[in-house]
């Protein structure tokens, strides 16, 4: 499968992401890059949902050393694509008063997520904190 970076923008990109990504997936996954943290509502909003949870070291876009941090991988489902749109976006790219790349976070925090279709291929994945959003090309048609 083809990757393409996207610039993320505002809620109403948000919301159509939602919606083209909503009829593909089958399983999300979610690490929480800055460690446990099972009272985070999105977190509550997925453990109905949970299929298997591990401690990982690489993930989508993200290779790190240490023990690990927690990794949630969650069957797709209408309930929790209606959580998600209840955040503003994952988060947006900017830039400061130089013209660099910035990263401004959201509501959503820095957890990072990805979108896997049934063969477990990543549709479309965040490395939050970076600013970095990957989409499969196919998606962008």
Excluded at 82 to 89: A, P, W
Excluded at 95 to 115: K, L, N, P, R, S
Aim: aromatic letters at 12%.
């Amino acid at each position: 499968m083809k990757y393409e970076e996207i610039t993320l923008t505002d809620h109403e990109q948000f919301l159509r992401l939602l919606s083209a990504l909503e009829k593909e997936t089958a399983s999300l996954e979610i690490v929480q890059i800055c460690g446990e943290d099972a009272n985070e509502p999105l977190i509550k909003a997925a453990i109905p949902f949970l299929l298997k949870k591990e401690n990982v070291n690489k993930w989508h876009g993200t290779k790190r050393g240490g023990k690990g941090v927690p990794k949630y991988t969650i069957r797709a489902d209408k309930a929790f694509f209606k959580h998600l749109r209840k955040y503003e976006h994952f988060f947006k790219n900017s830039h400061d008063e130089y013209g660099c790349d910035m990263v401004i976070e959201t509501d959503f925090g820095q957890d990072d997520i990805a979108f896997l279709n049934k063969s477990g291929e990543p549709l479309f994945f965040t490395t939050t904190h970076e600013g970095y959003a990957t989409i499969a090309a196919e998606l962008l048609k």
